[in-house]
Nanobody, 127 residues
Framework: QVQLVESGGGLVQAGGSLRLSCAAS????????MGWFRQAPGKEREFVAA????????YYTGSVKGRFTISRDNAKNTVYLQMNSLKPGDTAVYYC????????????????????WGQGTQVTVSS
């Protein structure tokens, strides 16, 4: 069983920054493929970023490229999402997700790849 706990959300003005953290349980965290998704009111869940087990590969949705950075510290069982130049359109609940499987049929941006989810943290960007 994998437990994920997000933190770091809040209210920030447009142009500001936030860093989200996701602490994971499990002794094999270093082997997990990790992702961040978000969901705004009335909208579907949206892929934001993902990172491979050794951080050798990172992936972003187009709207956050150049503004957001995903990283991980396997010694701390934690994945981060640094968000800069925030826009009102980034307002959403942000979810951390883990894929501990060794093989998968799904793309890194497909929510079905991820078997474990955190409870979410609210990010609100005011204009």
């Amino acid at each position: 069983q994998v437990q994920l706990v997000e933190s770091g959300g809040g209210l920030v003005q447009a142009g500001g920054s936030l860093r989200l953290s996701c602490a994971a349980s499990g002794r094999t965290f270093a082997s997990y493929f990790m992702g961040w998704f978000r969901q705004a009111p009335g909208k579907e869940r949206e892929f934001v970023a993902a990172i491979s087990w050794n951080a050798g590969n990172t992936y972003y949705t187009g709207s956050v490229k150049g503004r957001f950075t995903i990283s991980r510290d396997n010694a701390k069982n934690t994945v981060y999402l640094q968000m800069n130049s925030l826009k009102p359109g980034d307002t959403a609940v942000y979810y951390c997700a883990a894929d501990p499987s060794k093989t998968t049929y799904y793309s890194y941006s497909d929510y079905r790849r991820y078997g474990y989810w955190g409870q979410g943290t609210q990010v609100t960007v005011s204009s």
